[in-house]
């Protein structure tokens, strides 16, 4: 199964149309985030970085497009400990998950905020139960939703702060993103060889 074939119909549906983006370029090198277009802004920039980008309007989407994943990638063994995840996986009919602690071929989690501005998964130790990225395997399939899109990395910060009392603010914050991605805007973002799937829900 082609890679193209998991995401590219959502991908093209998403971006804004080339007029759109031509008139925004030629207005300035480095274009406002528009609030009407943070879904297209965040795939674009997301993709670009190296993502893989799969829209899932519903839930029968997302255990499809797991089996479809796995099938791509040849996984044998998934690592996940988020209980709603687990039923995905055992939904889909596939495999039995391990604990994100132990050695597999792929991890399974969700994630705080998607950034638009840099294309960014933003994750803290809630998501990866305190494993650092460097230790999860090579492919990592995360779990997001279109009300996590958040304009730029500042005001996801203040989300976080105002989503957790100030004792409960989770550690190991960064910005998840693919091996073409940059630090300039997020100097904590994780960067690797790693192979990083988003199914993005409603």
């Known amino acids: 199964m082609a890679q193209s074939s998991l995401f590219s119909k959502i991908f093209s549906s998403l971006r804004p149309k080339a007029s759109e983006k031509t008139s925004e370029a030629s207005a300035s090198p480095k274009p406002a985030i528009n609030p009407e277009h943070l879904e297209a802004i965040f795939a674009d920039r997301f993709v670009t970085a190296g993502g893989k980008f799969i829209f899932c309007e519903h839930r029968d989407e997302v255990i499809k497009t797991l089996q479809d994943i796995f099938a791509e990638e040849q996984i044998e063994t998934l690592s996940c400990n988020d209980p709603l995840l687990q039923t995905l996986v055992r939904e889909a009919g596939i495999l039995q998950p391990t604990d994100l602690s132990k050695n597999a071929d792929a991890a399974f989690i969700t994630c705080e905020l998607l950034i638009a501005s840099n294309g960014g998964i933003m994750v803290t130790a809630n998501q990866t139960y305190h494993i650092k990225i460097q230790n ?37 914050i960064t910005t998840l993103k693919g091996p073409k991605g940059d630090g300039l805007e997020d100097p904590n973002s994780a960067f690797s060889t790693k192979n990083i799937y988003l199914l993005l829900t409603v």
């Open 136 to 172: 999860l395997p090579n492919t990592i399939i995360v779990l997001g939703n279109t009300s996590q899109i958040i304009d730029k990395l500042n005001n996801a910060l203040t989300h976080i702060k105002a989503k957790y009392p100030p004792k409960e603010i989770p550690s190991m």
